[in-house]
Nanobody
Framework: QVQLVESGGGSVQAGGSLRLSCAAS????????MGWFRQAPGNEREFVAV????????YYRDSVKGRFTIARDNAKNTVYLQMNSLKPEDTAVYYC?????????????????WGQGTQVTVSS
């Protein structure tokens, strides 16, 4: 059983930056594919970014490419999401998730473990 705890959310103005962290415990973190998702009020949870167990592969949703960067530190059991040039439409609760498979999956239903989420609010 893997426990995930997100941190780093907050309120920023458009154009600002935040770095989200997700600390994992209770499992072999280095073997999991890690993803970030977000959910705005009234919307479905959507994929943001994913990183393979070795950090060799990453993938982003189109709207965050060039602005967000996903990274992981397997020695610290932590995955990060650096968010730059934030826009009001990035406002959502952000969740990290762990998948025991090796393929980079974008659908939330495929992930095995979830954190509780951290709120990101971007004002114009």
């Amino acid at each position: 059983q893997v426990q995930l705890v997100e941190s780093g959310g907050g309120s920023v103005q458009a154009g600002g930056s935040l770095r989200l962290s997700c600390a994992a415990s209770g499992g072999t973190f280095s073997t999991y594919t890690m993803g970030w998702f977000r959910q705005a009020p009234g919307n479905e949870r959507e994929f943001v970014a994913v990183i393979s167990w070795s950090s060799g592969r990453t993938y982003y949703r189109d709207s965050v490419k060039g602005r967000f960067t996903i990274a992981r530190d397997n020695a610290k059991n932590t995955v990060y999401l650096q968010m730059n040039s934030l826009k009001p439409e990035d406002t959502a609760v952000y969740y990290c998730a762990a998948d025991s498979g090796l393929v980079l999956v974008l659908t939330p239903q495929r992930y095995d473990y979830w954190g509780q989420g951290t709120q990101v609010t971007v004002s114009s």
